[in-house]
């Protein structure tokens, strides 16, 4: 959209702009730009926790902010799916978050879990445990967050991915591509 000079024009999600230059230099991040990585991150900045609930986020000025968006949930499940079974997005992701913290090798085996705990009050299954802000032990939805991944997880799988991705893997071994 062309404005003339002077003009105004309201944006919804203007707050992006202050993650723009990260948000555009992680659609390079692999072998093939991936568009909808910063389109997903700008929607988990803006509190849309899946793809279903980033239709309620405004497309256009999204489009605006970072550039073309894929609009339709399918298409982005798909390319959801496609990324998840490539061999080297985890390890292409990890590369370019050890150089955003310029990391060149990780040093040692430590990692910190920092677990965030919410009371959970839905209709599905999940595991129980002591909830502070009830004080009482009930369901509970258990998130961890790590520069690496920035995925909620469930309790079972929570400690699964620094297990089998990170450990005794330093930045140097995992897959090569151009970051």
């Known amino acids: 959209m062309n404005l003339a000079p002077g003009a105004t024009r309201l944006c919804d999600h203007a707050g992006v702009l202050l993650f723009a230059p990260t948000l555009i230099a992680v659609r390079e991040v692999l072998p093939e730009p991936c568009p909808l990585l910063p389109q997903w991150l700008a929607g988990l900045l803006l509190g849309a926790l899946n793809i279903e609930q980033t239709k309620y986020l405004n497309a256009n000025d999204l489009s605006l902010l970072l550039g073309p968006v894929t609009r339709t949930l399918g298409r982005q499940r798909d390319?959801?799916?496609?990324?998840?079974?490539?061999?080297?997005?985890?390890?292409?992701?990890?590369?370019?978050?050890?150089?955003?913290?310029?990391?060149?090798?990780?040093?040692?085996?430590?990692?910190?879990?920092?677990?965030?705990?919410?009371?959970?009050?839905?209709?599905?299954?999940?595991?129980?445990?002591?909830?502070?802000?009830?004080?009482?032990?009930?369901?509970?939805?258990?998130?961890?967050?790590?520069?690496?991944?920035?995925?909620?997880?469930?309790?079972?799988?929570?400690?699964?991915?620094?297990?089998?991705?990170?450990?005794?893997?330093?930045?140097?071994?995992?897959?090569?591509?151009?970051?």
């Open 79 to 179: 390319r959801l799916y496609e990324l998840a079974t490539e061999a080297d997005t985890v390890g292409a992701l990890l590369r370019w978050n050890f150089a955003q913290l310029g990391i060149e090798e990780r040093a040692g085996n430590d990692f910190y879990l920092d677990p965030h705990t919410q009371h959970y009050t839905g209709s599905q299954q999940v595991l129980k445990g002591w909830c502070a802000a009830i004080r009482w032990a009930d369901k509970l939805i258990n998130s961890d967050y790590s520069p690496a991944h920035v995925q909620p997880l469930g309790a079972r799988e929570r400690l699964q991915i620094p297990r089998q991705t990170l450990r005794h893997q330093p930045a140097h071994q995992l897959p090569q591509h151009p970051v």
